[in-house]
């Protein structure tokens, strides 16, 4: 069965990238424009693992990244934050919040496909 | 990498959004009123089109977008101050970051010095003090705050390098909830057989030191092999003859390239071959069932067969452990994965599929009343289930249509965005103050009449701030505030789109309009004209009011022009004006430009179509309803009001028609207006969708008829614009020209 | 620029063509489809006609000259019949099954010349089309006649349908031209 990546970005330029790539390496991919669809979908399907953008609109990545550590169901599920180089700030929140790992944007498809691979498993 | 290009379209169509998105939040930034939610947005608009433009290469793009960002960072967090020349600084950086974007999807290089003194602007109020209230460095508390926390918490370790990283903790958690088992022991099994070289030794290599190696990622349980041990006699000292296997209990952070960074420096001189033990089958595993797995004896004869289940599903035997992340997934090399299902919230489609689906439906559509008109042929009471399901094929049609039209729906938000600015750069440019009111910004219609309205609404905001608007001193002496308001609104009303531009500014000026239309030639000198019709002299060809010609309005545009464009919409612009009062210009347009629901009519033996929405009810109307003027059956009474009654048959010359009105129907209708009157029809046959089809295409425009249709007989009937209609009765009949249909041309001439 | 079915019909609705066979043009020739109004007849150049079909009811248009017949459906556009006689002053046309309509292309627009019946495929030499007399313009619209070219005793009269419809189509520019109506809104 493939495994479901959710794509969160209000940047659908970095989400059809993100995709894209990762509908390459063989993953289903979902998308959303902020936190909060992206939460409807994590309650609606089985998702594997959310890459989420920090700053969004409605709801942004941080807020995300708490709420669903808050939910038992997604306690174990992996995140990773798309951060823009030497943001150390930005990853130790993520880190705080409860990330799993973390990606720069603009990333290289292959960093991203074997990142993901790792937190996937 | 290459693939990634195909997403140029995306991100420069989603820039230009992105820019107006931040233009319009530029331009309602102002000192001291900050909103958070707006500055934000524009932040991330800046940051989105950079980060995008990274991925791309736009080297100059992303470098100016870069101090954009910093300035609007600084914004966000309140550390500088908002004032006018800031706002200034930013629009105009906005502008220049379109104008990068423009050379970037042009393939063009940047001209060097592009935007320099935005940038040095930009730059400037990067080092600009922060507000003395700012206390201290808050950032910094927190950065150690992090780093102390990180270092406390952290007993697995991160995963990390410049462009990626995992935190240890983090993965280490969702490990142990991933393999429950495990976790219950707090570790991973892993199988690694390690089969050296016979001359691993003469490399400098020790093979104890990786077994070491191996013990620090967790607890090792090491099974030394022999078999390839020679006699003593033929033992060469120098050469290796151990194998070993290691069953390793690590914690959940461990993987397996951990593991094979052990043998980094020996890949070529070694089989190592690392195998993950599968959890005990018992236990349910929530991430992906596993392959069945060998589990592994001792024994470097067997093979490894189980791993963790990555997506490529294959176990990688770890034989060149010295390139752990090599070539695991190739993007794109499987076409079929490329295809894989996406699910996502919206699709992109081409336009031209809409079209195409658009003109299907209208197809169907004639076609469904082609069946229906038959099906009215046939002995009445019997074919009941027939009926019932043409009944229900004309609801689905019905939706069917209303859905694909809401497919090329827009809401007007579009052209309302790009206004305040205009009136921003215009108020600046003459020197007025000018407040911009816009409402109903979600209001949807199609999107060629959302696209072809921009040329319009700007030309008529132009002309209110010009022509419409005082000075602020003379509004001042006119007992007005200084600053002058316009309001641009949309809304839905009978089927079509109202929009409104109004100002509160000096009002048509009568005189003068009718001074310069007789001095042009369109009016005869001592011609008497309404208020009404003075106004809409303004509409004329080659009509300008500007005494002197100022770079805002006076391009050779005048109103004329904008009426054509609502006309070729297919719809309608007036004009009320109050002097003293301000203007309002009202335009009204068709909803979409394809289908309409009608109800067919018959004069004599010609059918037409009334528009649904202009229909309010059909009367038979009693001898005692209907009333003389001069001698002429010219009003009725309906509904308590007088109601002007208009014979199709007299406006259009059609013989044969019933002459008399209490013999005949009158269908009661109301032009978008709100002006009623009654048409005289012999018959009303029934109410059908119908698909506009263009008059103009191949002949042209006729007074009353908004376009034609095809009937289920295949006959050709005529729409009926009721306005036109209206104003054709009121020049007693003759046909004037007039100039707005209420229908488009949808439809090219299909030869 | 025509098709098939229009030939085929030509050729079923036409006469023989004599010695001016079809094809045979050479590169002074053009081929004229003929056709019959009461006891005139007219051609106009073939590459214009894009398809000849039987009379169908049309449907009438308002406060338009009678040589504007109405419109009709062609295969979902709609275009404008031109009623021929009409048009040269022999008051409107009783039609008949057995009337007929040239569909012919002007530039961008279709329209529908209705006439009695088609007669003719003839290739004409230039050399042979004599220009139309200097008639009085009082009782004929001469701008619209391309020549005159005689065969078998008969005389046809070649139309320019673009000038033709050009004719009408400067009404459309003489309403514009008026003083408008402005448009009320209430």
């Known amino acids: 069965m493939k495994k479901k990546v959710l794509t969160v970005d209000d940047s659908r330029t970095m989400r059809e990238m993100v995709a894209f790539t990762l509908k390459s390496a063989g993953y289903d991919v979902l998308e959303a424009s902020d936190g909060q669809q992206a939460l409807g979908l994590i309650g609606t399907n089985q998702v594997d693992l959310v890459i989420a953008d920090l700053n969004m609109p409605v709801m942004d990545g941080l807020t995300l990244i708490r709420r669903l550590r808050a939910m038992p169901a997604h306690r174990s599920l992996p995140i990773l934050m798309l951060t823009t180089e030497a943001d150390d700030r930005k990853k130790q929140e993520g880190r705080t919040a409860g990330a799993t790992g973390w990606i720069v944007k603009p990333f290289n498809p292959e960093k991203l496909v074997s990142v993901v691979q790792k937190v996937c498993g | ?751 | 620029m025509h098709s098939s079915t229009a030939l085929s019909n030509i050729g079923s609705t036409g006469g023989s063509t004599g010695g001016a066979a079809i094809g045979a043009a050479n590169a002074h020739e053009d081929q004229y489809v003929t056709f019959t109004v009461g006891t005139e007849e007219y051609g106009v150049n073939i590459l214009a006609v894009r398809e000849i079909r039987g009379w169908t009811p049309e449907s009438r248009l308002p406060n338009l000259p009678d040589y504007v017949r109405g419109v009709i459906n062609l295969r979902g556009i709609i275009i404008p019949i031109f009623d021929l006689r009409a048009r040269f002053g022999g008051g409107a046309t009783e039609v008949t099954k057995r009337h007929v309509v040239v569909v012919i292309q002007v530039g961008e627009r279709t329209r529908g010349i209705l006439v009695d019946a088609i007669s003719d495929i003839l290739a004409i030499s230039q050399d042979a089309i004599r220009p139309p007399p200097d008639l009085d313009t009082g009782l004929v619209d001469t701008e619209y006649l391309s020549g005159l070219y005689t065969v078998d005793n008969r005389m046809v009269t070649l139309l320019d349908v673009q000038r033709l419809f050009a004719v009408e189509a400067s009404e459309e520019d003489a309403t514009q031209k008026a003083l408008p109506a402005p448009d009320r809104l209430s």
Not at chain 2, 448 to 453: H, P, R
Not at chain 2, 704 to 729: K, P, Y
């Open chain 2, 1 to 751: 990498m290459e693939d990634l290009s195909r997403f140029k379209q995306t991100y420069f169509d989603e820039s230009a959004e992105l820019l107006a998105v931040a233009e319009a939040g530029l331009l309602r930034l102002t000192p001291g009123t900050a909103d958070a939610d707006e500055v934000n947005a524009i932040f991330r608009a800046v940051h989105s089109i950079k980060g995008g433009g990274g991925a791309f290469g736009f080297t100059d793009l992303v470098a100016f977008a870069h101090e954009f960002e910093t300035v609007m960072d600084l914004v966000r967090n309140d550390a500088i101050p908002i004032t006018t020349e800031l706002v200034d600084t930013l629009i105009r950086a906005n502008d220049v970051l379109g104008t990068m974007l423009g050379y970037a999807r042009d393939e063009a290089p940047v001209p060097p010095g592009t935007g320099d003194a935005v940038a040095d602007a930009l730059r400037r109020h990067q080092s600009a003090p922060p507000p003395a209230t700012d206390a201290g460095p808050p950032h910094n508390d927190l950065d150690a705050a992090f780093a102390a926390a990180h270092a406390a918490e952290t007993t697995h370790p991160d995963d990390e390098d410049d462009e990626a990283g995992i935190f240890g903790d983090a993965m280490a958690a969702i490990l142990d909830a991933r393999n429950p088992s495990a976790a219950a022991a707090g570790r991973q099994r892993w199988t690694v057989v390690f089969r050296p070289r016979p001359d691993l030794l003469l490399s400098g290599n020790e093979p104890a030191f990786m077994l070491r190696a191996l013990r620090r990622l967790g607890e090792a349980e090491v099974e030394c092999h022999l078999d390839r041990l020679p006699g003593l006699a033929e033992l060469d000292a120098e050469q290796l003859h151990l194998s070993w296997t290691i069953t390793l209990l690590t914690g959940p952070s461990v993987d397996r390239e951990r593991i094979a960074d052990v043998f980094e420096f020996v890949a070529d001189e070694c089989d190592v071959t690392i195998t993950a033990d599968a959890p005990p089958p018992a236990v349910p595993d929530a991430a992906a069932p596993l392959p069945d797995a060998l589990r592994s004896p001792s024994g470097p004869s067997v093979p490894a067969a189980a791993a963790p289940p990555p997506p490529p599903a294959t176990p990688e035997p770890a034989s060149r452990p010295a390139d752990p992340a090599a070539p695991r997934a190739k993007p794109a090399e499987n076409g079929a994965a490329q295809h894989a299902g996406l699910t996502s919230h919206t699709i992109r489609v081409d336009l031209d599929k809409i079209d195409r689906l658009v003109n299907m439906v209208g197809e169907m559509v004639i076609t469904q009343a082609m069946i229906a008109e038959h099906v009215r042929e046939l002995p009445p009471g019997e074919f009941q289930e027939l009926l019932e399901g043409l009944e229900q094929l004309a609801q689905h049609t019905r939706e069917l249509r209303e859905s694909v039209m809401s497919i090329r729906a827009q809401p007007v938000s579009s052209v309302f965005s790009r206004m305040p600015r205009l009136v921003r750069e215009l108020a600046g440019g003459l020197g007025k103050e000018v407040q911009l009111v816009t409402s109903g910004e979600t209001t949807e219609v199609d999107k060629t009449v959302v696209e072809n309205l921009v040329d319009p609404l700007t030309h008529m905001i132009r002309n209110s701030i010009d022509h419409g608007l005082e000075t602020p001193e003379e509004r001042e002496a006119a007992g007005k505030p200084r600053t002058g308001t316009v309001t641009l609104s949309a809304q839905h009303r009978s089927g079509r789109i109202v929009i409104e531009v109004a100002d509160d500014g000096r009002g048509i000026n009568r005189g003068r309009v009718l001074a310069k239309a007789v001095e042009k030639g369109l009016v005869q000198p001592g011609a008497s004209l309404s208020d009404e019709e003075i106004d809409h002299l303004i509409f004329l060809p080659g009509f300008s009011t500007a005494e002197k010609v100022s770079n805002v309005s006076g391009r050779g545009v005048g109103m004329d022009v904008v009426r054509r464009n609502i006309t070729s919409l297919g719809g309608r612009i007036g004009v009320y004006s109050s002097p003293g009062e301000g203007s309002r210009f009202v335009l009204s347009l068709p909803l979409t430009l394809a289908v309409l629901d009608g109800m067919v009519i018959s004069v004599g033996e010609e059918r037409f179509v009334l528009p649904l929405t202009n229909i309010v009810e059909s009367l038979r109307p009693k001898p005692s309803d209907l009333h003389g003027l001069v001698n002429r059956c010219d009003v009725m009474m309906a509904r308590g009001e007088y109601v002007r009654l208009v014979h199709l048959n007299r406006l259009f010359g059609i013989p044969g028609a019933t002459e008399d009105a209490t013999r005949a129907l009158v269908v009661l209708v109301e032009t978008e207006e709100g002006a009623r009157l009654g048409l005289v029809v012999d018959e009303v046959l029934g109410q059908q969708q119908v698909v506009i089809k263009s008059l103009e295409a191949n002949f042209r425009r006729l007074d009353g008829v908004a376009a034609a249709t095809i009937l289920g007989d295949g006959r050709v009937a005529l729409i009926l614009d009721v306005a036109g209609l209206r104003d054709m009765s009121r020049q007693g009949g003759s046909a004037p020209p007039r100039a707005a249909a209420a229908l488009p041309a949808p439809e090219p001439a299909a030869v």
